[in-house]
């Protein structure tokens, strides 16, 4: 059964990719290696011991992806593509809009053509904005805070719409992302960012390896339990998992025509300053930090009930935090370059 999975170079859409194959599943990738390289999807075939058919192409190109669409038959397609710095959203905000909608209603298009009707994409817990509790369920308000959360939400409205049209046939799954960490337990794959991180784990990571001086931790002064913010981290082998869930389900003839949402999270909690501790720890390494102000846009504590996840997919995350960072660790002690030696 075969599935399309756009952005499977990168960090996510690779460890999908080895999720999926080993619950059965044929795979075709189809990236631009915007924010990726080919060397990521070898070491994936290396980890399945198979090929993966791999389409160099951007999804806003029509053509590249009809032709896509006219050589394979597909049962879903799980769509990762897109831009992901919170940052420069909003200092390019056009070209998030352009890459994150223009892109999505491109794939949707083909994929009416040819008859696809199963679409499972990658939001993100960025769409409750702040929320006015933890941890929070898929019915709260939702709302953005920058072009990037913006763009999410406008995909996730458009994709309710397709559903509502009268004799739609789709099936979505819009799977909201609480923050994932951590590597394939192989430790050849995992998050290899182009510039410097601005996510918390690389960071620290890319600290602890040598590759960065000093942490600044983003405020100390939150409502929270020493201070610094927390957020749900999840383990990027779990919510790999839940995508394969997400997919059975909508393969499920008894699943019918409509949109679903979800949120994968474990429904924990960490502070900056116990992952920090934990990754001192774990790593044996020193990881140098300072208080820094706090950044704008960030809010205190953030993680998600994930219930109905467990409820309607029969999905819940299985790793706890410190085998996360063991996993993050092994990935970049033993790829302090990223993926930047293969090629
Ligand atoms: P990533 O950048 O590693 O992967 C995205 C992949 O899409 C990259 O390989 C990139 O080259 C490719 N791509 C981008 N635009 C494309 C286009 N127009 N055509 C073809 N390929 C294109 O990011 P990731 O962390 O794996 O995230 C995957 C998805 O999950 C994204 O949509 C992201 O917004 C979403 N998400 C990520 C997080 C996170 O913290 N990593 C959290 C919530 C949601
Ligand atoms: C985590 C915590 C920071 C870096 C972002 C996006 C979200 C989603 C996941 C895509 C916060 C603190 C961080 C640093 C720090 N991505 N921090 N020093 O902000 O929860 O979520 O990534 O959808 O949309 O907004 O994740 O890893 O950037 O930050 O102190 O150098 O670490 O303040 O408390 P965030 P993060």
Request: glycine share 10%; proline share 4%; charged share 20%.
């Amino acid at each position: 059964m075969a599935v399309l999975v756009t952005g499977g170079a990168g960090y996510i859409g690779t460890h999908t990719c080895v999720e999926l194959v080993s619950a059965g599943f044929d795979v075709v990738v189809v990236d631009n290696l915007s924010n990726s390289s080919r060397a990521a999807l070898q070491r994936v075939e290396k980890i399945i011991g198979r090929e993966i058919p791999f389409i160099d192409a951007d999804i806003r190109d029509r053509a590249a992806l009809q032709e896509i669409f006219g050589q394979w038959q597909f049962e879903a397609v799980i769509h990762f593509a897109g831009h992901k710095a919170v940052g420069e959203s909003v200092q390019q905000p056009l070209r998030y809009y352009q890459n994150n909608v223009e892109g999505t209603l491109t794939l949707c298009d083909v994929m009416a053509e040819h008859g696809v009707k199963r679409l499972i994409f990658s939001s993100s817990a960025t769409v409750y904005g702040d929320p006015v509790t933890v941890p929070i369920t898929e019915d709260f308000a939702t709302g953005a805070t920058n072009p990037y959360g913006a763009s999410k939400l406008m995909v996730e409205e458009i994709l309710r719409d397709c559903c509502k049209a009268p004799g739609s046939a789709l099936q979505v799954s819009l799977l909201r992302y609480f923050n994932p960490i951590g590597a394939h337990e192989s430790g050849t794959i995992g998050e290899d960012p182009r510039d410097i991180p601005n996510n918390l784990l690389p960071y620290v990571a890319q600290v602890a390896v040598g590759r960065l001086e000093q942490l600044s931790i983003f405020g100390d002064d939150y409502d929270t339990v020493d201070g610094t913010g927390v957020r749900d981290y999840i383990h990027v082998v779990d919510l790999a998992r839940g995508h394969v869930k997400a997919l059975q389900k909508l393969l499920d003839p008894a699943t019918a025509a409509g949109c679903f949402t979800y949120n994968l999270g474990t429904g924990n909690g960490n502070s900056v300053l116990e992952i920090v501790q934990a990754f001192a720890r774990i790593s044996g390494r020193e990881i140098p930090y300072r208080i820094a102000p706090r950044r704008p846009g960030d809010i205190a504590a953030c993680y998600a009930d994930a219930s109905r996840a467990e409820r309607e997919l029969g999905w819940r995350a299985e790793f706890g935090i410190e085998r996360m960072i063991e996993d993050t660790w092994r990935w970049q002690s033993g790829n302090p370059e990223g993926y930047a030696g293969d090629e």
